[in-house]
């Protein structure tokens, strides 16, 4: 039976996307390892479908800075791919990248902010190219924009891209574990009702 909303997906569907979800963090975490030339493991995926104000609870605080990069998926699955992570995580790759510590995202130039977006956008199209071979669909993906802003604001991005087919979130999370350090980061892939329905369907949801 084909869903309507994503709060209709069951314990099947949700487990589904789990497990598609570690193949790609595990992907999103060796791509990352390469760049930084560290060992990185993930902690165990979760999958949940939230609202606004449960996801913001989830995530951090409304006024909560943070660095994100968002890119738009079509082909054979259209909607969005946010990657959000905070100062700490931040501050760790940029250490490791540019021998340099931050105590605010405000003292970071543009070289910092390059690296930032394109740290995500490594993270975003390895956790996507394991996605669309293990689902066996063709997804091409958008340039990325990066933003450092309050949470609160940035999550009203998908809601006002989708909030005609839903008011809820698709909240992935596994955090990166680097040299002991625990680096928390968010991500939110955001299909149309549409695409997710044939998502299921091709892995027999």
Known sequence: MKIKHYEDLDLQGLDVMREISSIGTSHAATALSQLLQKEIRISIPQVSVLGY???LSRIGDAEQIVAATLVKMDQDVEGLMLFLFDLNFADTVLQTLLGQNY???EEMDHLAYSALEEVGNIIICSYIN???KLVDVDIRLSVPSSTVNMLGGILT???AEYGY???K?????ADFVMDGKKLSDW????PDIKSLN???EKLGV
Not at 187 to 190: A, E, H, N, S, T
Request: glycine content about 0%.
């Open 53 to 55: 104000t449960e996801a």
């Open 165 to 167: 087919e839903t008011d």
């Open 103 to 105: 105590t605010c995202f």
């Open 157 to 159: 991005v998908p809601i």
């Open 187 to 190: 991500l939110l892939m955001l």
């Open 169 to 173: 979130l698709m909240y992935f999370n």
């Open 198 to 200: 044939a998502i299921l």
């Open 130 to 132: 394991a996605f669309s």
